[in-house]
């Protein structure tokens, strides 16, 4: 907890600040779920073992919140320092969610299999509480994915059912074709759902119409990329450029 992060190493200024920093978001944690109505000081106080005039002070900014305190605060409100870490006061709900990450990358020759996974990725519940089934996944190499995205980028897929029956313009998605699941750019038209890869030149999209027969999108469409990730690399990204527009 925050005793054991911030004395385990010697301490040096960057460290402190940090501390300091971890201690502030444990005290506007509590302050939160007291404006809330989650929690009374006076509940808090006695499940987190401290008395209710020492919380009381540290949510007003009279007196500065123990060590010791806040290890019991974050223990009654079942959080630990990396939960802290990801919140801001604009979240609703501190902590994190395990997503799925799938086993199987997503690009040409993989049909991946949303049912077997090989590990879990953390992600913020004030992101996570806005998707309705997400999964993480790795992506395969694939020149004509669109210009955001690159081989072995680590991103989060939400397969909202509602999203994929009428999927909205704007947005990057996971689709299946014979040659298996590609990130592709989607609109609606008069002809159906249509789809568009980066050309190769250059230039404008070349919009095709997703399937043959009439449209199971349930079969065509398997997720919206809702979130990407990726380690710096050492080139120059490309510049990303929206769906429809040249250079």
């Known amino acids: 907890m925050y005793t054991y992060f911030c004395r385990k190493y010697p301490l040096g200024i960057r460290y402190e600040l940090l501390c300091a920093e971890i201690l502030k978001q444990v005290v506007d944690i509590a302050k939160h779920n007291v404006h809330s109505g989650r929690w009374t000081e006076r509940k808090l106080a006695r499940t987190a073992g401290i008395s209710q005039p020492h919380l009381h ?3 007003k900014g009279v007196r500065q919140l123990s060590p010791e305190s806040a290890d019991k605060l974050l223990v009654a409100l079942g959080l630990t320092v990396p939960d802290i870490l990801w919140w801001s006061p604009g979240e609703a709900e501190p902590g994190t969610r395990s ?3 799938l086993r199987d990358r997503i690009g040409p020759g993989s049909h991946a299999d949303f049912a077997r996974y090989r590990g879990y990725l953390g992600l913020p519940r004030g992101i996570a509480a806005r998707l309705t089934e997400p999964v993480a996944a790795r992506l395969a190499p694939d020149p004509a994915m669109p210009l955001v995205f690159r081989d072995n980028d680590l991103v989060v897929l939400d397969r909202n059912v509602s999203h994929l029956l009428n999927p909205p313009d704007g947005w990057s998605w996971v689709i299946a074709d014979t040659g298996g699941f590609r990130v592709r ?12 890869a980066e050309p190769m030149s250059g230039g404008e999209l070349e919009w095709k ?14 997720a919206k990329i809702v979130w990407n990730g990726r380690e710096l690399e050492a080139t120059a990204p490309r510049s990303a450029r929206p769906p429809g527009r040249r250079d």
Do not use: C, D, F, H
């Not at 750019?185 to 568009?196: C, H, N, R, T, V």
């Not at 119409?209 to 398997?222: A, M």
């Open 209 to 222: 119409r997703l399937g043959t027969g009439p449209q199971n999108l349930r079969e065509l469409v398997k």
């Open 99 to 101: 997503i799925p990450l």
């Open 57 to 59: 002070n540290a949510l």
């Open 185 to 196: 750019y989607l609109k609606q038209s008069s002809a159906g759902l249509m789809s568009a």
